[in-house]
């Protein structure tokens, strides 16, 4: 058992146990991809890529972060390439926050097996699944110490999961969004096909804006920018990533 009562599953995990100091965060919204659940599967869920995620998350919780968590649902459903088949837009994005409530359960329920207490609220009501989006109840959630779990999106076709991270991070006043990909920041260029690109260590939304970067669509980085909300992107790959983010640590890629 972990100081906050979390069982502990793996023998590797115990020396990744956090120091509590240097904390640079209180309360994080981590925005989980749906594709980091599957893992090396094609679609759908792989068992080791989601203990691999909660560990990342109780190692956050362990070092004192009030935790909001919203995940997409790639690995499921992506409105946006269905759409562009012939689907009609708003149908294809309803079906993709159907997804999110989708891997919303699944990490639910991987993380409450470890131990963690965990509230999932959905933007589009579904009564007997989860709780219906209620930012006080959030708060109330954050303050006991449970994870909470935001699904649906924000409940509207033509917004991605990018936007509602930045809007309920807005909402429940996080100090920071936290994104974590497949590279360790932000780039130039796609790294995988330009060896050139030079990684960002500091960025301006403007900038982001600007040269239209695709580490978030524009009506995120526009809501995180008017709401004056850090976002860091980092590397979700090394097993104490998120950690070592949240003090300071390691290669990533802070807008603000
Ligand atoms: P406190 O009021 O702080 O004690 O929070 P709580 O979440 O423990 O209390 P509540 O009685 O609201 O919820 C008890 C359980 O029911 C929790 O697991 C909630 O997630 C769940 N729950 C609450 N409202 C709903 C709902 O509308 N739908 C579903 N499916 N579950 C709900």
Redesign the pocket.
């Known amino acids: 058992m972990t100081p906050r009562g979390i069982k502990i599953i793996s023998k590797t995990f115990t020396h990744l146990m956090p120091n509590k100091t240097d904390l640079k965060y209180k309360r994080i919204l981590f925005k989980v991809s749906g594709e980091a659940m599957m893992g090396d599967k094609g679609f759908g869920h792989d068992v080791d890529a989601i203990q691999r995620i909660c560990n990342q998350i109780i190692l956050a919780y362990e070092l004192g972060c009030e935790i909001c968590l919203v995940v997409g649902g790639g690995n499921i459903f992506r409105g946006i390439s269905v759409a562009a088949t012939g689907m009609e837009r708003a149908s294809a994005d309803y079906m993709g926050m159907l997804a999110t409530c989708i891997n919303g359960l699944a990490l639910q329920n991987a993380l409450e097996k470890r131990g963690v207490q965990t509230?999932?609220q959905s933007a589009i009501r579904?009564?007997?699944?989860?709780?219906?989006y209620i930012k006080r109840?959030a708060d109330?959630?954050l303050e006991?110490g449970?994870i909470v779990i935001f699904a649906a999106g924000t409940g509207n076709p033509f917004f991605t999961t990018d936007t509602a991270a930045v809007l309920r991070a807005v909402e429940v006043k996080c100090d920071v969004i936290l994104k974590g990909t497949q590279v360790d920041g932000v780039y130039s260029a796609d790294p995988k096909l330009d060896k050139n690109a030079v990684r960002y260590e500091k960025m301006k939304y403007n900038d982001v804006i600007k040269q239209e970067l695709k580490v978030m669509d524009q009506t995120a980085i526009t809501l995180a920018k008017d709401n004056k909300l850090p976002i860091i992107v980092f590397s979700i790959k090394g097993e104490n990533a998120l950690c070592d983010v949240l003090q300071g640590k390691g290669k990533f890629t802070i807008i603000n």
């Open positions: 509230r999932m579904m009564d007997s699944i989860c709780e219906p109840k109330r959630h006991k449970r």
